[in-house]
Protein backbone atom coordinates (compact mmCIF):
# COMPACT_ATOMS: atom_id res chain seq x y z
CA UNK A 1 0.00 0.00 0.00
CA UNK A 2 1.23 3.44 -0.93
CA UNK A 3 0.98 6.84 1.49
CA UNK A 4 1.77 10.21 1.01
CA UNK A 5 3.17 11.71 3.83
CA UNK A 6 3.56 15.75 3.94
CA UNK A 7 5.89 17.93 6.20
CA UNK A 8 7.28 21.26 6.62
CA UNK A 9 3.90 23.24 6.98
CA UNK A 10 4.19 26.25 10.19
CA UNK A 11 4.20 29.59 11.06
CA UNK A 12 5.88 32.02 8.87
CA UNK A 13 5.89 35.49 8.85
CA UNK A 14 5.17 37.32 5.43
CA UNK A 15 8.10 37.68 3.57
CA UNK A 16 9.18 34.17 5.08
CA UNK A 17 9.95 31.20 3.36
CA UNK A 18 9.39 27.36 3.85
CA UNK A 19 10.13 23.71 2.32
CA UNK A 20 7.18 21.59 2.22
CA UNK A 21 8.35 17.59 2.03
CA UNK A 22 5.99 14.82 0.51
CA UNK A 23 7.33 11.47 0.77
CA UNK A 24 5.85 8.51 -0.70
CA UNK A 25 5.90 5.07 1.20
CA UNK A 26 5.98 1.24 -0.19
CA UNK A 27 7.68 -0.46 -3.00
CA UNK A 28 7.39 1.85 -5.57
CA UNK A 29 8.48 1.38 -9.35
CA UNK A 30 7.15 4.83 -10.41
CA UNK A 31 4.90 7.73 -9.94
CA UNK A 32 3.95 9.78 -12.91
CA UNK A 33 3.34 13.30 -11.89
CA UNK A 34 3.53 14.55 -7.97
CA UNK A 35 2.52 18.07 -7.17
CA UNK A 36 1.04 20.29 -4.39
CA UNK A 37 -2.70 21.60 -3.97
CA UNK A 38 -3.74 24.00 -1.34
CA UNK A 39 -7.65 24.50 0.09
CA UNK A 40 -8.75 27.11 2.64
CA UNK A 41 -11.94 27.23 3.86
CA UNK A 42 -14.97 27.54 1.65
CA UNK A 43 -13.02 27.22 -1.01
CA UNK A 44 -12.31 24.54 -3.81
CA UNK A 45 -8.78 23.01 -3.85
CA UNK A 46 -6.33 24.32 -5.91
CA UNK A 47 -3.24 23.64 -8.14
CA UNK A 48 -0.50 25.25 -6.67
CA UNK A 49 2.75 23.62 -8.35
CA UNK A 50 3.30 20.17 -10.23
CA UNK A 51 5.84 17.84 -11.78
CA UNK A 52 6.45 14.79 -14.33
CA UNK A 53 8.93 12.15 -14.60
CA UNK A 54 10.33 13.67 -16.95
CA UNK A 55 10.82 17.36 -15.15
CA UNK A 56 8.35 19.00 -16.55
CA UNK A 57 6.75 21.79 -14.32
CA UNK A 58 3.61 23.60 -13.98
CA UNK A 59 2.72 26.41 -11.71
CA UNK A 60 -0.14 28.62 -10.32
CA UNK A 61 -0.21 31.78 -12.15
CA UNK A 62 -0.54 33.16 -8.00
CA UNK A 63 2.99 31.62 -7.22
CA UNK A 64 5.39 31.74 -10.27
CA UNK A 65 8.68 33.30 -9.41
CA UNK A 66 8.14 32.78 -5.87
CA UNK A 67 7.74 28.77 -5.52
CA UNK A 68 9.57 26.11 -6.83
CA UNK A 69 8.78 22.39 -6.88
CA UNK A 70 11.22 19.48 -7.45
CA UNK A 71 11.54 15.52 -6.91
CA UNK A 72 14.09 12.93 -5.88
CA UNK A 73 12.77 9.94 -8.25
CA UNK A 74 15.02 7.62 -5.96
CA UNK A 75 13.55 8.64 -2.70
CA UNK A 76 10.02 9.28 -4.03
CA UNK A 77 9.82 12.22 -2.77
CA UNK A 78 8.32 16.12 -3.76
CA UNK A 79 9.75 19.27 -2.49
CA UNK A 80 8.02 22.32 -2.62
CA UNK A 81 10.26 25.90 -1.68
CA UNK A 82 8.30 28.45 -0.61
CA UNK A 83 9.62 32.16 -1.00
CA UNK A 84 8.48 35.60 -0.68
CA UNK A 85 5.31 34.07 1.24
CA UNK A 86 2.15 36.11 1.49
CA UNK A 87 -0.84 36.01 3.94
CA UNK A 88 -3.24 34.95 0.77
CA UNK A 89 -0.72 31.71 0.64
CA UNK A 90 -2.14 30.04 4.48
CA UNK A 91 -3.55 27.05 3.28
CA UNK A 92 -3.68 23.32 4.24
CA UNK A 93 -1.21 22.22 1.40
CA UNK A 94 -2.13 18.53 -0.11
CA UNK A 95 0.38 16.37 -1.58
CA UNK A 96 -1.12 14.41 -4.51
CA UNK A 97 0.65 11.43 -6.64
CA UNK A 98 -0.71 10.37 -10.17
CA UNK A 99 -0.37 6.92 -11.73
CA UNK A 100 2.09 5.40 -9.15
CA UNK A 101 2.76 1.79 -10.01
CA UNK A 102 4.57 -0.48 -7.51
CA UNK A 103 7.29 -3.12 -7.68
CA UNK A 104 4.60 -5.72 -7.74
CA UNK A 105 2.30 -4.90 -9.97
CA UNK A 106 -0.19 -3.07 -8.45
CA UNK A 107 -1.56 1.13 -9.85
CA UNK A 108 -3.15 3.57 -8.49
CA UNK A 109 -3.86 6.43 -10.31
CA UNK A 110 -4.37 9.31 -7.53
CA UNK A 111 -3.12 9.53 -4.20
CA UNK A 112 -3.56 12.23 -1.84
CA UNK A 113 -1.46 12.92 1.60
CA UNK A 114 -3.27 14.13 4.89
CA UNK A 115 -2.29 17.61 4.43
CA UNK A 116 -0.04 20.35 6.15
CA UNK A 117 -0.80 23.81 7.30
CA UNK A 118 0.84 26.57 6.37
CA UNK A 119 0.11 29.70 8.05
CA UNK A 120 1.65 33.53 6.83
CA UNK A 121 0.95 35.77 9.12
CA UNK A 122 2.65 38.48 11.15
Known amino acids: QVQLVESGGGLVQPGGSLRLSCAAS????????MGWYRQVPGKQRELVAAITSGGSTNYADSVKGRFTISRDNAKNTVYLQMNSLKPEDAAVYYC????????????????WGQGTQVTVSS
Open 96 to 111: KADSVRTLSGGYYPLI
Open 26 to 33: GSISSIYA
